[in-house]
């Protein structure tokens, strides 16, 4: 990761950490860059935001950029990560720029970066782009006069988005009663629009932006409302996306959560009877429960692990041809579709199995039982030392022999605070406290340990 561009962009509270100068510089090198390398023709960007307050701030920045150094931003307003992502690849676009902090709260706010491919950035430019942040690259020319780039409202993008999604399917899902929460975020236009055209009986909740409402207590992070929601009014299933809709959880008939595992579970058993998964594969990262490993065995199905990061995720799914992988958290890759997280794809697939099997979606998950989980953050005097630490190793060593088949600990480092994760997954929360503990005892033991958050 970079200085200012991590895994998943700029990201940070916007006016402290991200300011509007960052923006505004941003566009200029991404303008001064692509037309560099189109011999002085005019680079075409495209930007897209959600729905907060700050992020009108940045799109005019960007935009502001971009011009002055005769290159065309073009104006997708609020729309979401992979409706960029996807207008970048098939409009013949430079790169793609999505001004959003995901699921974080509406005070913090981000820049990601696409290529011409709607993927992530490459690692290369970005260094490039973060020594003009810094001032190590000179002062990049104005344009002037007729020279000067050009501003396009591109609404019309957002609708071939839409389209596209609603000609995913390949039934009609006009028999079934859908629950969307759209986090009073980038979704709350074109989720209800591609689900009415695919003939549901469509109920939006959180679909109210304010500019400081987003993620707020709803979404893919706080489940509660659509649970409720979904319960109430017997939905059928109630899909839930964060705040620039990269990704989705479930909940099922009964109110009950279906997370990014098990939907990948799901969808992978399906994809594999339909002959849609020629490498039987999935991509996980190493987070993603040891339910789903385990359940994936038993179907037949190979997995890979990846680090912790949807990116990270792709670039395997890219460079082995495997045609799914994902997060814990929901953000799912359907790499014949998108070539980034899409939570309204994931939720679109999720309606194709259930409406080709006939299953309600808690039979469906039923197949994949996730363990229970516990994650305790401590700060180490040293992350590195502290992991080659003997006394740790030998603990580390000790609960995995001790939970053998039935179980897994996992310790890694954060890669954005001075912290280890440690991490149990056994068949009781007991059992998983107690691995975690004996691990933290081993760092405390050896002097390493600060403290428990």
Known sequence: MGKYFGTDGFRGEAGVVLR?????????????????????????????KDTRRSSYMYENALAAGITSTGSDAYLLHVTTTPCVSYITRTEEFDCGVMISASHNPFYDNGIKL??????????????????????????????????????????????????????????SFEKHKIALDCANGASWMIARAVFDALGAKTCVINADPDGSNIN?????????????????????????????????????????????????????KWMKKKGLL????????????????????????????????????YENMKEFDHMIGGEQSGHIIFRKYAHTGDGMITALMLMQVMIDTSLPLS??????????????????????DTLEDENVKKAVEKCTELLGDNGRVLLRKSGTEPVLRVMAESGTKEKCNEMVDSIIDAMRVSGHLQKVR
């Open 278 to 313: 020629p490498s039987d594969t999935v991509v996980t990262t190493v987070m993603s429960n040891f339910g789903l490993y385990k359940a994936l065995d038993e179907i037949g199905i190979s997995y890979e692990k990846t680090a912790v990061g949807d990116r990270y995720v």
């Open 216 to 268: 707020a207590h709803c979404g893919s992070t706080h489940l509660e409302s659509l649970k409720a929601f979904v319960k109430e009014n017997h939905v059928d299933v109630g899909f839930a996306f964060d705040g620039d809709a990269d990704r989705c959880l479930a909940v099922d008939e009964n109110g009950e959560e279906v997370n990014g595992d098990v939907i990948m579970y799901i969808c992978a």
């Open 114 to 171: 696409m290529n011409y491919e709607g993927e992530k950035m490459d690692d290369e430019m970005l260094s490039e782009l973060e020594g003009y942040l810094d001032g190590k690259i000179g002062e990049l020319p104005d344009a002037s006069g007729n020279e000067i780039g050009k501003t396009v409202d591109f609404y019309s993008g957002r609708n071939r988005y839409i389209g596209y999604l609603a000609g995913i399917p390949s039934r």
């Open 363 to 384: 039979a469906l998950a039923a197949g994949c039982r996730m363990y229970p989980q516990v994650l305790k953050n401590v700060e180490v005097d040293d992350k590195d």
């Open 20 to 48: 509007a100068e960052h923006a505004f510089k941003t566009g200029r090198f991404l303008g001064w860059y692509y037309k560099n390398r189109h011999n002085g023709k005019p680079a075409k960007i495209v930007i897209g």
